[in-house]
């Protein structure tokens, strides 16, 4: 840049036109910030001038200072402060890899600044602020308790998930109070999917008959749920399909269970449970006279069309004829046609069945908001999906901004989507 502005300058002005005061300001500010930038992104800077810098005018200067992890804590406690979201958002992720990994024998005054601004960014107004943490802590033993403990009782879903799932540093009194408190829907759904479950946090979760998180403990294969806690469960099963296969799937099940689900499972679910091994000569012919009897009550003969069949035949056809559109599922959906709707999300979102129907009964207005966004169909769509199908209402449903507008960011509706396995 220098040496173009001195050929500029030397060039005999019948040569070239001069250059004007304007360009030239323009050049050595450029060139200015081009080093700035450079420095700012550098590792192992001089801490003071990387202090310096987490004051620039600049955004981009601003946002290498707060991933640099040569940072000086003090500029970091700065840009704790700083106005621009993806500044803060830099400077959570570097702060959530950087502090479990300190060395115990640390400097106190280092340690205690590094700590300082991890628990400025887990009070940051931003959401996605506390996520970036929340997501790069959830596994770590080596961080404040206390700070785990603050994310997990976060209000927003996004933030609070990670460490409820992951983090060793909850313990199964804060679990049991964070259950009872239950403020946030999918929380406890996280907590159920835990890679290990004691029996009093099972206990809680199904004392909650929050029904996403009882499917969730049900699928998971380390919940240790007690055999009392299990029957009740199954007491109100019949009318909740979202607990029929996860239930069916269970290991542990008593012979005395397996027979009281044969009641109300579907005959496929029935198949299943015929295959499993640990059961006697009277339970297995038991649940071989039921599949009979069930195939016939749901009039599974040759020559004869299910349900299911029926409703991905629909779906085949409106979708063949660019019908598959919001009108067509607003309407599925106000006539309370589940079936219907799970088929056409599953077939738009290229989400398979089980998860959508998995979605439409989290209770969770956010994430069906999300797989109607990710099905390319309007918010309005949502809505009556929400309402008809969901039957949410109240503060759980969630409306659309200025009455047309999905409410979240994509980023949001990506994450509540990966929280059901779901790639962006």
């Known amino acids: 840049m220098i040496g173009w502005l001195k050929r500029r300058i030397s060039q005999p002005e019948s040569e070239a036109k001069k250059l004007s005061y304007a360009e030239a300001r323009h050049a050595l500010e450029t060139h200015a910030r081009t080093i700035r930038e450079h420095l700012a992104g550098q590792e192992g800077v001089e801490p003071e001038i990387l202090y310096f810098l987490a004051t620039d005018q600049c955004v981009v200067v601003r946002r290498k200072v707060a991933a640099n992890p040569s940072t000086p804590h003090q500029a970091n406690r700065i840009l704790t402060s700083d106005n621009d979201d993806d500044v803060r958002c830099e400077l959570a992720r570097k702060i959530g890899r950087l502090v479990p990994g300190l060395d115990p024998n640390e400097a106190s005054r280092v340690r205690d600044l590094?700590?300082?601004?991890?628990?400025?960014?887990?009070?940051?107004?931003?959401?996605?602020?506390?996520?970036?943490?929340?997501?790069?802590?959830?596994?770590?033993?080596?961080?404040?308790?206390?700070?785990?403990?603050?994310?997990?009782?976060?209000?927003?879903?996004?933030?609070?998930?990670?460490?409820?799932?992951?983090?060793?540093?909850?313990?199964?009194?804060?679990?049991?109070?964070?259950?009872?408190?239950?403020?946030?829907?999918?929380?406890?759904?996280?907590?159920?999917?835990?890679?290990?479950?004691?029996?009093?946090?099972?206990?809680?979760?199904?004392?909650?008959?929050?029904?996403?998180?009882?499917?969730?403990?049900?699928?998971?294969?380390?919940?240790?749920?007690?055999?009392?806690?299990?029957?009740?469960?199954?007491?109100?099963?019949?009318?909740?399909?979202?607990?029929?296969?996860?239930?069916?799937?269970?290991?542990?099940?008593?012979?005395?269970?397996?027979?009281?689900?044969?009641?109300?499972?579907?005959?496929?679910?029935?198949?299943?449970?015929?295959?499993?091994?640990?059961?006697?000569?009277?339970?297995?012919?038991?649940?071989?006279?039921?599949?009979?009897?069930?195939?016939?009550?749901?009039?599974?003969?040759?020559?004869?069309?299910?349900?299911?069949?029926?409703?991905?035949?629909?779906?085949?056809?409106?979708?063949?004829?660019?019908?598959?559109?919001?009108?067509?599922?607003?309407?599925?959906?106000?006539?309370?046609?589940?079936?219907?709707?799970?088929?056409?999300?599953?077939?738009l979102t290229n989400i398979p069945k089980p998860i959508v129907d998995r979605i439409l009964v989290s209770q969770s207005g956010k994430a069906i908001t999300a797989m109607v966004w990710r099905a390319g169909l309007s918010m309005r769509v949502s809505v009556k999906i929400q309402s008809g199908i969901a039957r949410l209402s109240g503060a759980k449903l969630l409306l659309a901004r200025e009455g047309v507008h999905f409410p979240l960011t994509q980023d949001e509706m990506n994450w509540h989507l990966s929280y059901f396995g779901c790639k962006a």
């Open 114 to 347: 590094a700590i300082e601004v991890m628990e400025r960014l887990a009070r940051d107004s931003l959401p996605r602020v506390r996520a970036i943490l929340s997501e790069e802590i959830r596994a770590s033993a080596h961080v404040p308790a206390y700070i785990v403990k603050q994310l997990a009782q976060d209000l927003e879903l996004i933030v609070c998930a990670p460490v409820l799932e992951y983090s060793p540093l909850l313990s199964d009194e804060d679990l049991i109070e964070i259950v009872a408190g239950a403020r946030v829907e999918g929380g406890l759904a996280a907590i159920a999917k835990r890679g290990t479950v004691s029996e009093p946090v099972c206990d809680a979760l199904v004392a909650s008959f929050d029904v996403s998180a009882i499917a969730a403990l049900l699928a998971n294969p380390n919940a240790q749920i007690r055999e009392d806690a299990l029957d009740r469960v199954i007491e109100q099963a019949a009318s909740i399909e979202a607990w029929h296969q996860p239930v069916v799937m269970r290991a542990d099940l008593s012979l005395r269970a397996v027979k009281r689900i044969a009641g109300f499972v579907s005959s496929s679910l029935l198949r299943l449970l015929c295959e499993r091994g640990d059961l006697n000569e009277e339970t297995a012919g038991f649940l071989s006279k039921r599949v009979r009897e069930r195939l016939e009550a749901e009039g599974v003969r040759e020559g004869v069309v299910s349900a299911d069949d029926q409703a991905r035949s629909v779906i085949e056809g409106a979708l063949a004829s660019g019908k598959l559109d919001d009108e067509f599922i607003s309407n599925a959906a106000e006539g309370g046609d589940r079936r219907t709707v799970s088929y056409a999300l599953a077939v």
